[in-house]
T-cell receptor
Framework: ELKVEQNPLFLSMQEGKNYTIYCNYS?????LYWYRQDPGKSLESLFV?????AVKQEGRLMASLDTKARLSTLHITAAVHDLSATYFC???????????FGSGTQLTVLP | NAGVTQTPKFRVLKTGQSMTLLCAQD?????MYWYRQDPGMGLRLIHY???????AKGEVPDGYNVSRLKKQNFLLGLESAAPSQTSVYFC?????????FGPGTRLTVL
């Protein structure tokens, strides 16, 4: 059974600071996804990582994938309040592209 | 192009009542999914479909049934609702390596 673990579950950080969210998973996969969810809203796709060593960046967010370590990271650079949200990683190990989600990291960026 | 839409947005049921949630997508995607999201948790897969006329069980299928009679629609049914089914339900459709999520249905079972 695939397990996906994120840490931390809660993160409070000041504007301008850097931090990293970690996503570990238990079964070999080379397809990992990061989503953002605002309160009461749906999921917004941030990154799709499809191979070992994949790195993608968008604005202040950068995601990477190490399939050998079964680890993905979401790095936040110089955080701003608008980044406050819950971030989920999800792993896909099937041909039907079923996603198994982590529990999410609730990020609060303080002024 | 509306993407993935869900009907209804909110619903309150009494224990034992039945209802059907409708998911529609206009992107001609083959794969469709139903997930539920409970407070403080990630999404969990209920059922999915890899094409018209096909369905399969996901991680938490008990108490739910689905149908995919048309490619663009994926229905989720609750035959006899229970308080444990209080949740937010998300539908998604997929092409290649990306899933597109609907806005969600917030269901409360009293």
């Amino acid at each position: 059974e695939l397990k996906v673990e994120q840490n931390p579950l809660f993160l409070s950080m000041q504007e301008g600071k850097n931090y990293t969210i970690y996503c570990n998973y238990s079964t070999t996969s080379d397809r990992l996804y990061w989503y953002r969810q605002d309160p009461g809203k749906s999921l917004e796709s941030l990154f799709v990582l499809l191979s070992n060593g994949a790195v993608k960046q968008e604005g202040r967010l950068m995601a990477s994938l190490d399939t050998k370590a079964r680890l993905s990271t979401l790095h936040i650079t110089a955080a701003v309040h608008d980044l406050s949200a819950t971030y989920f990683c999800a792993v896909d190990i099937s041909s039907a592209r079923q996603l198994t989600f982590g529990s999410g990291t609730q990020l609060t960026v303080l002024p | 192009n509306a993407g993935v839409t869900q009907t209804p947005k909110f619903r309150v049921l009494k224990t034992g009542q039945s209802m059907t949630l409708l998911c529609a997508q206009d992107m001609n995607h083959e794969y469709m999914y139903w997930y539920r999201q409970d407070p403080g948790m990630g999404l969990r897969l209920i059922h999915y479909s890899v094409g018209e006329g096909t369905t399969a069980k996901g991680e938490v299928p008990d108490g739910y049934n689905v149908s995919r009679l048309k490619k663009q629609n994926f229905l989720l049914g609750l035959e006899s609702a229970a308080p444990s089914q209080t949740s937010v339900y998300f539908c998604a459709s997929s092409v290649y390596n990306e899933q597109f999520f609907g806005p969600g249905t917030r269901l409360t079972v009293l």
